[in-house]
């Protein structure tokens, strides 16, 4: 007489109340987050995170040296299956041509974040390179005090 336990795989999905295959990842645990896509072509960086049972407020993003961190938080809130909280964090590598400067997050209506960073187009590395600053003249005098 055996009394083995269902796979998670097997009992997830009706757990979850959804007819979908669960993917599992490596070590055998179900992944509740679809996977994120990365590309890196030779224009821009961008990374798309389906974040969908988060609200912007649940979301930080920011940029630590050449790293990008995306966290997601929600406190306990109920859905049709009782009571649910969330949290993720992942961490990317941002390629050493993308432009720091001009980074952006989107967040769309239906819960995919979209991380873009545009890549130099010159040879330079974009945050240890060498690179010109044009010097633009303005009309008005500075604010700033004189020494």
Do not use: W
């Amino acid at each position: 007489m055996s009394s083995a336990c269902p796979r998670p795989s097997k009992l997830l999905p009706s757990l979850l109340g959804c007819p979908a295959k669960v993917k599992m990842r490596g070590n055998g645990t179900p992944s509740l987050l679809s996977e994120p896509r990365v590309r890196s072509d030779r224009d821009k960086f961008v990374i798309f995170l389906d974040v969908k049972h988060f609200s912007p407020e649940d979301l930080t993003v920011k940029v630590q040296e050449d790293f990008v961190e995306i966290h997601g938080k929600h406190n306990e809130r109920q859905d049709d299956h009782g009571y649910i909280s969330r949290e993720f964090h992942r961490r990317y590598r941002l390629p050493s041509n993308v432009d720091q400067s001009a980074l952006s997050c989107t967040l769309s209506a239906d819960g995919m974040l979209t991380f873009t960073g545009p890549k130099i187009q010159t040879g330079l590395d974009a945050t240890h390179g060498e690179r010109a600053i044009p010097v633009s003249r303005e009309e008005k005098p500075s604010s700033a005090p004189s020494s």
